[in-house]
């Protein structure tokens, strides 16, 4: 990550593919210019009768996350698809979402900039921080500490830009928690910033915090 | 379709490597007749269709039965249920393991019949129950995985200053008998089960071991029955050797037997299953059938499985040990061995399930590849090592047992805690079905071959040395990535527990 980011719009794009493919498409994404990825493991099913009423319509699925810059969505797009025949069926799915804020390494205090929302309702954001595995209480204190209520943390496994090793020749990527922070959008910056200091974000290799924009919410707990 | 391709890819790779050995020393160094051949070949064929079928069972049933079971047991939040289910479920699968009731006939008779078969069944399974129960509350109370290893090993090294060589063996191989091909993914599930509902910073190291602490428990069982038995002395004879003629006749004689013997083992979880599911689970009605469909699965894929390595691969391995063994330069025994037990292990049911249970737990950061590339290196020398065993007078078991194990021990104590749960399930893993009937029939014609041999103490001990491998082999693997991975500034999360 680097401080030119800080002003461009940026994206949160997201690929979906069987088990296995995720470090292949990081590595393509890597040739055009992204810094880095976290993958997370899940499942997905298939629509085929034969296989249902077999029981197999279950597989293993990788959700690769990268944070990349607009400008870069239309590219990597389409040589994703070319490369990894996406516009098949069964052959994976890609999506993006707009982020409306990345906090990293330049020093500055994350100051939110809300957009213009269209009603009153939009007071939510969705803070995303990745971090090494087993620092996801520290996140979650320094959440706390700032007036979260609390937080969701999902584990997966991620590369950024410096930190591979190989063995064997063999690429192994580190285990990281992914925390996912609902906040109200006045404490969003307070969280943010919680975070961000306790952790050290701001050196290279710490972790990575943005905020996505969230438009309903359900089931949140107001005092 | 495509997913079904890709598994059936997956076992191919799996299976091929040992099958294109075996052809290539038919047609360079020890031909073998015709029939037996086809044999092998039809063999082949069958344990890549039942592998493939296994796996998608155990995938969707023992594995959902397993956890579930785990689950349950960790949300009891009681101590005596712990104790209790842990027992039981130890119990109940150890008992119903076929290989083990062979096993026990082998212990009757090579003591004289000091020892009676059904007594050795339920000391062995109580000795798996108690270890169950403790890996469960290790678990629960994270206690550190490496202590307890040093503890128990301690143990059965004092015990072992006691018990006669053959006996080692017999105790260390019935390690690998009770860890079979339907309950070592159960016990696998069960672990990763309690540990995944506990949850915690350890829950992902918790995750492994359970399969190492309950193979530990035969061990034990076996050494204590046999000081008190005090048969020092094997007796009797090994089953004399016969090969069958004939294309589809040992065929059928294998499939009636195999039908029965894979229902063993599947009979007490299925009981188990409905009966808890009607107290405690209670899911809804597809995810229930998928589990009943996958027990299924299981079921057939076994049979197809057991019936094709025991038809098409017992006697290959058994012509080819003696083939090679009693050629002038026998010094290629220990070099095909090594190759042998590189591409055995692959084959291996149950580690298909680990491999994928470790990519699960650390989201892919452990790579299959590498795992099955520690392993196969581990059994590749625990086979060589075997046959330099047979064909050296001189080199006793303990001489690779004793180092091997406090190596084993030594190492717990200096790799990442995952590492060292992976790799000591990995030894009871690797001596499954495959390793235990290839391996062990071509350790037995390579004995036979050899006049300073003696086919029934060798012929134990290798599945032995299977079982001890990996536990190096993986935590060296352990030991490298810690290297490399300082090296490169990342954290392994290595707590130093």
Request: aromatic fraction near 6%; glycine fraction near 6%; proline fraction near 11%.
């Given at each position: 990550m680097s401080m030119i980011l800080e002003d461009k719009a940026l994206s949160l794009f997201c690929v979906i593919v069987n088990f296995g493919e995720g470090s292949k498409i990081l590595k393509a994404s890597k040739e055009l210019g992204v810094t880095g990825g976290t993958f997370l493991l899940g499942k997905g099913t298939v629509k085929n009768s034969i296989l249902n009423i077999l029981g197999l319509d279950e597989v293993r699925k990788e959700i690769l996350l990268m944070v990349i810059e607009e400008s870069l969505e239309e590219t990597l797009n389409d040589h994703l698809t070319k490369k990894f025949?996406?516009?098949?069926?069964?052959h994976g799915i890609t999506f993006s979402i707009p982020i409306s804020c990345l906090a990293i390494l330049n020093g500055n205090e994350y100051i939110s900039?809300?957009?213009?929302?269209?009603?009153?309702?939009?007071q939510y954001e969705a803070i995303f921080t990745i971090v090494d595995k087993g620092l996801s209480d520290d996140v979650i204190e320094a959440a706390q500490s700032a007036g979260s209520t609390g937080g969701t943390v999902i584990h997966g496994r991620g590369a950024g830009s410096h930190d591979t090793a190989k063995l064997f020749n063999i690429e192994i990527e580190p285990e990281k928690d992914i925390i996912l922070i609902l906040s109200e959008l006045e404490k969003t910056a307070a969280i943010v910033n919680a975070i961000k200091e306790k952790l050290n974000?701001?050196?290279?290799?710490?972790g990575i915090i943005f905020v996505v924009d969230v438009n309903r919410t359900f089931g949140l707990y107001r005092k | 379709m495509d997913l079904l391709l890709e598994k059936f890819r997956d076992v191919l790779s799996s299976v091929l490597p040992i099958s294109i050995l075996v052809m290539i020393l038919n047609f360079t160094l020890v031909p073998v007749e015709t029939d037996i051949l086809i044999r092998f070949i039809i063999g082949s064929v069958l344990v890549i269709i039942g592998l493939g079928i296994f796996l998608f069972g155990a995938d969707i049933g023992i594995t959902s039965i397993g956890n579930l079971m785990g689950e349950e047991i960790a949300r009891s939040n009681r101590a005596y249920v712990v104790a209790i289910m842990g027992f039981v479920l130890g119990f109940i699968i150890t008992i119903a393991e076929p290989d083990l009731q062979i096993l026990a006939h082998e212990v009757n008779s090579a003591s004289g019949g000091s020892i009676p078969a059904p007594l050795i069944l339920v000391v062995v399974s109580i000795g798996v129950g108690i270890m169950v129960a403790i890996g469960l509350f290790r678990i629960l109370y994270e206690k550190p995985l490496n202590k307890l290893y040093t503890i128990v090993y301690f143990i059965i090294f004092i015990l072992g200053l006691w018990v006669s060589e053959e006996f080692l063996a017999i105790s260390v191989d019935a390690s690998g008998a009770t860890t079979g091909a339907m309950t070592t993914p159960f016990i696998l599930a069960l672990g990763l089960g309690v540990s995944q509902l506990k949850g915690g910073k350890t829950s992902d190291e918790d995750s492994f071991g359970l399969v190492g602490i309950a193979s530990m428990g035969p061990i034990l069982a076996v050494m204590i029955l046999n000081i008190i038995a005090g048969a020092d002395k094997i007796v009797g004879e090994a089953e004399v050797f016969r090969a069958h003629s004939g294309v589809l006749g040992p065929y059928l004689e294998e499939f009636s037997i195999m039908i029965k013997e894979a229902a063993i083992p599947l009979i007490p979880l299925l009981v188990l299953f409905i009966a808890f599911d009607m107290?405690?689970?209670?899911?809804?009605r597809n995810r229930r059938k998928r589990i009943f469909k996958g027990l299924i699965y299981t079921y057939i894929g076994l049979v197809l499985f057991l019936v094709g390595v025991n038809a098409g691969f017992m006697e290959v391995g058994r012509i080819m040990g003696y083939g090679l063994a009693s050629m002038?330069?026998?010094?290629i025994v220990p070099i095909v061995g090594f190759l042998l037990g590189m591409m055995v292990?692959?084959?291996?049911p149950a580690v298909h399930v680990l491999t994928k249970q470790i990519e699960d737990v650390t989201s892919g950061h452990i790579p299959r590849k590498i795992i099955l590339f520690a392993l196969s290196a581990g059994i590749a020398f625990a086979v060589c090592m075997s046959m330099l065993r047979i064909m050296i007078p001189?080199?006793?078991?303990w001489h690779f047992l004793l180092p091997g194990f406090a190596l084993g021990v030594f190492l717990s104590h200096k790799v990442p805690p995952i590492f060292v749960g992976i790799a000591f399930d990995a030894g009871g893993v690797a001596s499954g079905p495959m390793t235990a009937t290839f391996v062990l029939a071509f350790a037995q014609g390579a004995a036979n071959a050899i006049?300073?041999?003696?086919v029934l103490v060798d012929g134990f001990g290798v599945i032995a040395m299977v079982a001890m491998m990996p536990l190096v082999a993986l935590q060296l693997l352990g030991l490298v990535f810690k290297v490399k991975a300082r090296r490169e500034g990342i954290d392994v999360n290595d707590t130093g527990r």
């Open positions: 025949h996406m516009d098949k069926p069964n900039k809300p957009r213009m929302r269209g009603a009153d309702d939009m974000i701001e050196e290279p290799g710490k | 107290f405690k689970f209670k899911l809804n002038p330069n026998n010094w292990v692959l084959a291996e001189g080199l006793k078991l006049p300073t041999a003696n």
